[in-house]
């Protein structure tokens, strides 16, 4: 098993001694995936793009948000949610929590497509930023020759088990070929939930994810990612 990157395992005098001015906040989910994926799907996804992003330009990597905005799933077991009022002041205490360690931008990088509320924090907020966004998820589905776009294959489906088959291939369950479900019209998805649209908890063509496409994915994102610290680089 490839285990993925959860939390960071740096030490006090690790962080101490980069001294980055850039903290990665990983901000994932604890929501149900079908039976394909794991509940903590999200965080994995969340947490992979934030290491390698953080690994590659030497930043600071802060431990995962694991529980979010997922009222949409509550319907089934295991899924926890918390209010966005609650995610909004989490996120705001993390950020002045590294602002007093010297951070002097954090990114967030979400993982649950349900964090709504991310893009008014961030708004509202000058040293602070969102990645990966629609723009770079689009991308980062054309350089990995997705065979499907993000609102067909909106859960559990072709992008995210192809990250987990990249990253921990043993939590993927071995029937993931035979789990394809669409559902192109949702127009009352925030109110009644996923429960209306699906039964199994998917909407997507998982039966086309892979590892290489997974790892293409991950590569992607760390390009787009270049563009996107050009952008809001402090002084380091």
């Known amino acids: ?3 993925p990157d959860v939390i960071s395992t740096e030490t006090s005098p690790d962080v101490a001694a980069r001294g980055s001015k ?3 906040l990983p901000i994932g989910s604890f929501e149900q ?3 394909i994926l794991p509940l903590s799907t999200d965080t994995i996804v969340a947490t992979q793009i934030a290491s390698v992003v953080a690994r590659a330009n030497d930043l600071w990597l802060l431990p995962p948000i694991t529980v979010s905005c997922s ?3 509550a319907d089934w077991a295991g899924t926890l949610s918390i ?3 609650t995610l909004i002041r ?3 205490d993390i950020v002045a929590s590294a602002r007093a360690q010297g951070a002097e931008h954090v990114v967030l990088v979400n993982g649950h497509g349900g964090n709504y509320v991310l893009q008014n924090i961030v708004q509202e907020a000058s040293d602070l930023s969102l990645f990966p966004g629609r723009s770079d998820w689009a991308a980062a589905r054309e350089a ?3 065979e499907t776009n993000a609102h067909d294959d909106m859960h559990a489906g072709e992008l995210e088990v192809s990250i987990l088959l990249q990253c921990a291939p043993d939590l993927v369950g071995q029937d993931y070929k035979h789990r394809d479900h669409l559902a192109a019209g949702r127009p009352h998805l925030l109110t009644h939930g996923m429960r209306r649209y699906t039964e199994s908890g998917i909407i997507g063509s998982p ?3 892979s590892a290489e496409k997974g790892a293409a994915l991950l590569d992607a994102l760390a390009t787009r990612f270049n563009d996107h610290l050009s952008g809001v680089q402090p002084s380091r």
């Open 1 to 3: 098993m490839t285990n």
């Open 22 to 24: 850039i903290a990665v």
């Open 33 to 35: 995936h079908g039976d």
């Open 71 to 73: 009222q949409e799933h």
């Open 83 to 85: 209010p966005a009022a």
């Open 90 to 92: 989490l996120v705001e």
């Open 144 to 146: 990995a020759r997705l």
């Open 207 to 209: 039966s086309l994810a």
